[in-house]
């Protein structure tokens, strides 16, 4: 007799490509990094950036879609002064960007442990704003422990069921390992077990340049039906910049990680100039030195006043 449970579904090759031809095409939410429908992960060092990084996405992708941003970091008052300018002017949110944090409660329900509490929070707003979009800042603040797979996986498991069951688009944040300065970035790095990967359907990281502390460097660790872009050969470089007063990243080009990574600079201070100097003689700009060195313009600019004094 044959068991009708079972895990397996099998179908012929040609039945495979009929059927998926049917199905849509990846719809990107942000390019490369966001595909609508699924979890991604977004891991990186602590002070890196990563809540900049995720409401610059956050912002672009509010523009068509009613998100929610689960901020577990930042106290009102901080994101409020992370985005006024000094004139005291306020940044111009889109109107689908919703914003939410913990509620002070003086106790929790008795029959629920806060992981399964806070699951059913976030469905219920889910379901009453209609949101389409979540960014989830971050992972650490929800799980006990998330250097236990026992912990994180009721988390993930919930998220995944959510994605399906709500059709919700989930960014997750979460922090990493300690990463030599001379190795690339890999997913061994993403805090805790690396389980969590496993439930993700896309992974990035964001790293910084050992050279410029103004330099970040985004990297894909993982696709599942979006566009590997950003891999180990071809990073995307930015620079930390303030535009109209509000912190934010600009991009300037595409680099090998391992250039950008500490044991890669064997030339010295004077090699730098003098390279400065050669790129600077054949008519380039600041901004286009930057891009070909993984510097930011400022510290081309700094290094060619230093040349002439």
């Not at 919700?168 to 993403?190: A, G, M």
């Not at 080009?253 to 054949?282: F, H, P, T």
Request: glycine letters at 6%.
């Amino acid at each position: 007799m044959i068991n009708r449970f079972n895990m397996l579904a099998i179908k012929s090759a040609n039945q495979t490509l009929s059927d998926a031809a049917l199905l849509p095409d990846p719809i990107f939410l942000y390019a490369p990094l966001i595909v609508q429908g699924e979890i991604t992960i977004f891991f990186g060092d602590t002070g890196i950036g990563k809540t900049i990084l995720s409401v610059m996405i956050a912002i672009y992708i509010a523009k068509k879609h009613k998100l929610l941003y689960v901020d577990l970091e930042l106290t009102d008052k901080q994101f409020e002064k992370r985005y006024r300018n000094e004139d005291g002017n306020h940044f111009n949110f889109p109107g689908n960007f919703f914003r939410a944090t913990n509620e002070i409660l003086k106790e929790l329900p008795n029959d629920i442990s806060y992981e399964e509490f806070f699951i059913k929070s976030l469905k219920d707003r889910i379901r009453e704003f209609s949101t389409e979009v979540v960014v989830l800042d971050n992972l650490t603040k929800i799980c006990s422990s998330t250097d236990s797979a026992k912990s994180t996986i009721p988390i993930m498991n919930a998220l995944s069921a959510l994605k399906f069951e709500e059709g919700i688009t989930f960014l997750v944040l979460e922090h990493n390992k300690k990463v030599e300065e001379w190795r690339p970035i890999s997913l061994n790095d993403l805090q805790g077990s690396k389980m969590k990967s496993n439930f993700a359907d896309s992974v990035f990281t964001i790293g910084r340049s050992a050279y410029d502390k103004n330099i970040r460097y985004i990297k894909q660790l993982k696709v599942r039906s979006g566009e590997l872009v950003y891999d180990e050969e071809n990073v995307l470089v930015c620079e930390l910049t303030t535009s109209s007063g509000y912190l934010g990243f600009s991009e300037i080009g595409y680099q090998n990680e391992r250039e950008l990574l500490k044991q890669q600079d064997s030339n010295s201070y004077e090699d730098k100039i003098a390279e400065v100097l050669q790129l600077k003689a054949r008519g380039m700009s600041n901004v286009q030195i930057a891009r070909q060195m993984g510097r930011s313009e400022g510290t081309i600019r700094n290094w060619l006043d230093r040349a002439k004094n």
